[in-house]
């Protein structure tokens, strides 16, 4: 089974006007497109190489985001078409976008990938790394045009214990709901990305608008 249409109707429903990214990472041109022919059109993918290649098999109109950890040599490969890139951690992949934007007179929408997972592995900034970025570094920020920050991104712990998962979303609830309380010209956060088929349940329930489902949609890795 490419897509199992049932579970994907369940969990639309479910959700209602969360934004629901389909995570079509190792998955075929097939797959994605038998899901766009049930109407959807958000998809998510974590490496560049295989995003390049899939979109240009696949229908224009299809929202692309970008969930993987970014290195700034591949941003140029990502920019001509990308809806969204959730993964950005660091000033300097931030300015890359910014360049390569420019050349492709682009506004790039991008979320702040936040390290919330006990895990050392999980990329992402930590909270003194969001801290630098959103305040010290104000006058950067305003000199990046052609982004605009929309939101933040996290992973929880990958882990059985659901009280601990939900202690890392909260967590990155709170600081969204903190950082939106400053009003600023630089970022207005709406999206909070949080939640992936183990534990989307929990992060709908802690505040997410927008979750990335793969293995529930597609079946099994
Ligand atoms: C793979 C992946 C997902 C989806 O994971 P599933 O368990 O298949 O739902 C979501 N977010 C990121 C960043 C991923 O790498």
Redesign the pocket.
Known sequence: MLVDATKYQQITDELKDITLVA?S?AKSIEAINKLYELGHRDF?E?YVQELVEKQTHLPKDIRWHF??HLQSNKVKQIVPFIHLIQSVDSLKVLKEIEKQAKKHNRVINILLQVHIAREESKFGLDENELHELLNTNLNELDKLRNITIKGLMG?ASFSENIELVRKEFRMLKEIFDQYNQQPTTNYKLESLSIG???DYKVAVEEGSNMV?????IFGN?
């Open positions: 995570v990472k998510g974590n969930i993987g992973i992936m088929s183990n990335r489902i793969g293995s529930l890795r």
